[in-house]
């Protein structure tokens, strides 16, 4: 951490070898240690049959996808899924050679065509979609066949053909030139609430058209269910893989899955301390005055806003840690910068080091904690870190 024990002038910045700190005003921290922890408790609690593959869409959840991908590989997880085919091909360009799954759909000949060239295994959720690739690879003279993935809808009514119509779905796919069923799965919609009723209902489900399929004489085939929040809530639902995203970067899914395994989070935000000033009583602070110092106090100003992804409806709800000390956050958060009451910290100095998500001694502020401010999940904090924040791999 860099301190300045005086006010340093000009030409001591220039000097002072640590002068990057004004180049480096706020950026992501990606605990690869802990990603390695939590893979790693993830693996122990799966039985060895199952394996895990780690969801790294949205850029392994904001977390930065190619480091990600490299570090779970590396720490027992097997395969990758993502959302879209670019997304895949960044992974596939990184020179990342584990099967990667895309969870969304794909439809038109350029993504068909990259999916084959770049080795990417797409999700099949519907026979109209299943004909058009296997026309499509037909056209393009694909020689070999391509592994596909057959989506079921259980109850989520999102992408998949409806479970009751299962056996006859992957009947057709079976008979398609150039396309090879490699896994039938489907997605829960409530294995994070404490009620199981609709996910033990989405696992029968799941389980009468798997019969359905087997009593047409069809091999069982690769199948697999859970996200994180049922991989945490029931070992039934695991079969021959897990999904799982927000367990791996350290997150429960729900309160009451915390005591089911050991997860440490990985992403922290930090910003520096850009200038600290006192203020007068009666001063108000940030656009359209919304604090107003009811007495002399201590402000810093920190280099991180909104077009950071610090959500600006968290303006005068959230704190930050600064040497360990929690301080409120004040006025309205701007694009670039917030304002902090460092009223507790006298001796606080430009440069120094701000927490905004993370931990700092015995102080911890998590993801969940502005997601309940919000009345958001946690997952949509994650993924908010836009891309002018540096992402920086600690070891
Ligand atoms: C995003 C996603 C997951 C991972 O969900 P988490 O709750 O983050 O574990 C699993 N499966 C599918 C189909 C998904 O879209």
Known sequence: MLRHEQSPSITDYQQCDTYAWFSQRAWVEVD?????????????FLS??????????????????????????????????????????????AGIKAPILILGATYTLEQIHALAHWKLQ???????????FSNTLEAINCDS???????????????????????????????????????????????????????????????????QIKAMGIEPPYLHLANSAATLADKRLHYDMVRVGLAVYGLYPALHLR?????????????????????????????????VAEQELRLAV?????????????????????????VPQIGTITMDQLMLDVSALPSLQEGEVVTLLGQQGDENIYAEDWATQLNTISWEI?????????RVAVI
């Open 32 to 44: 690869l240690a802990a990603l390695s922890h939590n893979v790693q408790q993830l693996r122990r």
């Open 48 to 93: 060895a049959r199952t394996q895990l593959m780690v969801v790294v869409k949205a850029d392994a959840y904001g977390h930065g996808v190619v480091i990600v991908a490299q570090t779970v590989l590396k720490s027992g997880a097997s395969w990758l899924g993502v959302a879209t085919v670019p997304e895949g091909i960044q992974l596939r360009e």
């Open 122 to 132: 797409p999700t099949l959720s519907s026979p109209k979609q299943a004909l058009i």
């Open 145 to 211: 066949h391509l592994p596909v993935h057959i989506k079921l809808d259980t109850g989520m009514s999102r992408l998949g053909t409806d479970w009751q119509q299962a056996g006859e779905f992957v009947q057709l796919v079976q008979r398609l030139p150039h396309l090879k069923i490699a896994s039938i799965y489907s997605h829960l919609a409530t294995a994070d609430s404490l009620d199981p009723t609709v996910m033990n209902e989405q696992h029968t489900r799941f389980e009468s058209a798997i019969a």
């Open 259 to 291: 005591e089911r395994i050991d997860l440490k989070p990985v992403l922290q935000v930090k910003a520096r301390v850009t200038q600290v000033k006192n203020i007068a009583q009666g001063t108000g602070v940030s656009y359209g005055h919304q604090f």
């Open 302 to 326: 920190v280099g991180i806003g909104y077009a950071d992804g610090v959500p600006r409806n968290l303006s005068q709800k959230m704190q930050a840690i600064i040497r360990g000390v929690r």
């Open 382 to 390: 994650l993924c908010g870190f836009k891309h002018r924040l540096p």
